[in-house]
Structures are given as structure tokens and as C-alpha cells.
Nanobody
Framework: QVQLVESGGGLVQAGGSLRLSCVAS????????MKWYRQAPGKQRELVAT???????NYADSVKGRFTISRDNAKNTVFLQMNSLKPEDTAAYYC?????WGQGTLVTVSS
């Protein structure tokens, strides 16, 4: 089955950390450019972080220095380590590869 499944969201206080995971199946994961997006209520979906097949990474300015994207090709998994979380990070976080999207995992940061 071709799918992306996210996990790891939850409720955390400002300044805290969360680690999101996205497990891919049915795709050639090792060649995929993996991306994390987020969508806050009433806002457009925005690109948060990208990791290429070679491990190069890129981040939105709003999360640079706080978030880290990584991948484990042996486990077909991409991670998003989120530190120093802020209330404005509250959103549904989605994993993306090719034209495929996960169902999302909700992150809520309380002040």
C-alpha cells in the first residue's frame, strides 16, 4: 500500500520539544525528496523543511535553528525534531513525498 503515516504530535508547553515521524510505504524512499509542511487554522499550508535523497536540508526562516529534519532510509522514515517550540508553531503537520501526502499530525503549543 502506498502511504505516508505521521505520528508524534501532541500538546506541549512553549519552549518544549516534540519529534515527529513519518513512515513511508510503497515508494522508493531512498530517492524521494521528503518534506514536512504545516497548516495552521485559517492559514495556507506552508513548507517547513526538506531533506533530499543525499541528505541536504532546507528550512523555512521561521524554524531555522529550532527544527531539524532527518531521514533513516533503512526504516523508510523521515523525522522532524522540533525544539524551542512557540505557540505560533501550532498546526497540523504533514509529510510529503512525490505527490503523496500523509493524514497529518496535530501539534499544539500552549503559552
Amino acid at each position: 500500500q502506498v502511504q505516508l503515516v505521521e505520528s508524534g504530535g501532541g500538546l506541549v508547553q512553549a519552549g518544549g520539544s516534540l519529534r515527529l515521524s513519518c513512515v513511508a510505504s510503497g515508494i522508493i524512499f531512498r530517492i524521494a525528496i521528503m518534506k514536512w509542511y504545516r497548516q495552521a487554522p485559517g492559514k495556507q499550508r506552508e513548507l517547513v523543511a526538506t531533506v533530499t535523497s543525499g541528505g541536504d536540508t532546507n528550512y523555512a526562516d521561521s524554524v531555522k535553528g529550532r527544527f531539524t529534519i532527518s531521514r533513516d532510509n533503512a526504516k523508510n522514515t523521515v523525522f522532524l525534531q522540533m525544539n524551542s517550540l512557540k505557540p505560533e508553531d501550532t498546526a497540523a503537520y504533514y509529510c510529503n513525498a512525490f505527490q503523496l501526502w500523509g493524514q497529518g499530525t496535530l501539534v499544539t503549543v500552549s503559552s
